[in-house]
Every structure is written in structure tokens, then in C-alpha cells.
């Protein structure tokens, strides 16, 4: 089992920057990607942003490419999301998703383990 532990949400305005933490413990070398999902009352989960645990290959939606850096930090199996140029639009819980397959992450919502998710609101 991974267990994954998500901090960093808050009430922020348009046009700041946030950054969520997500630090994985337990059986954290069988994972292959860690990423961020979203998600709002009403609406599907969407995916955010990836990151391959082994090489750092990283994988963006088009709706935060270019606002938002996804990166790892190996010695604390920690993984973090830089979010920057916020919008009313990000407003959404964002929770933490790891898998061994890199497919299941970036093409499905069935990730094996997830945390229990942090909300971040951007006011404009």
C-alpha cells in the first residue's frame, strides 16, 4: 500500500501563486507516476498535472500548461505543483493520485491510491 498526504490549499486571489505538497509513504517504489487531479461539485475528476517518479518526465492539461510546474523531490518522497496565475476557474479540490502504470494516471480516473484531497479557491 502507498498511503499519499496532500497540504498546501487555500484561499488565495486571482493572479497569485499556490503550492500543493503531496509526500508518499509506505510502498513508495512501486510507483511509477504521481500526478495531481481536480475536481468541483458536479463535475467529473479532471487531470491536472504528472510526473514520472523514476526519469521526471512531467505531463500537463492544456488548461494549466504554462501557469503550472509539476516537480519531485526523491529523498522525501515528495512531489509538488507550483501553481501560479491563478484563476477563479482552478477553485476546485485538488487531490494527489499514484499508480505503477503511467496510462492509468494520464488517460483515466482509476489511479490506485489517492489522498484525501486539499481545496484550493481562487476569489477574482
Known amino acids: 500500500q502507498v498511503q499519499l498526504a496532500e497540504s498546501g490549499g487555500g484561499l488565495v486571489q486571482a493572479g497569485d501563486s499556490l503550492r500543493l505538497s503531496c509526500t508518499a509513504s509506505?510502498?513508495?517504489?512501486?510507483?511509477?507516476?504521481i500526478g495531481w487531479f481536480r475536481q468541483v461539485p458536479g463535475k467529473e475528476r479532471e487531470f491536472v498535472a504528472a510526473i514520472s517518479w523514476k526519469d521526471g518526465n512531467t505531463y500537463y492539461a492544456d488548461s494549466v500548461k504554462g501557469r503550472c510546474t509539476i516537480f519531485r523531490d526523491n529523498a522525501k518522497n515528495t512531489m509538488y505543483l507550483q501553481m501560479n496565475t491563478l484563476k477563479p476557474e482552478d477553485t476546485a479540490v485538488y487531490y494527489c493520485v499514484a499508480d505503477e502504470d503511467i496510462r492509468v494516471v494520464l488517460t483515466t480516473t482509476r489511479g490506485k491510491y489517492w489522498g484525501q484531497g486539499t481545496q484550493v479557491r481562487v476569489s477574482s
Open positions: 509506505g510502498r513508495t517504489f512501486s510507483v511509477e507516476t
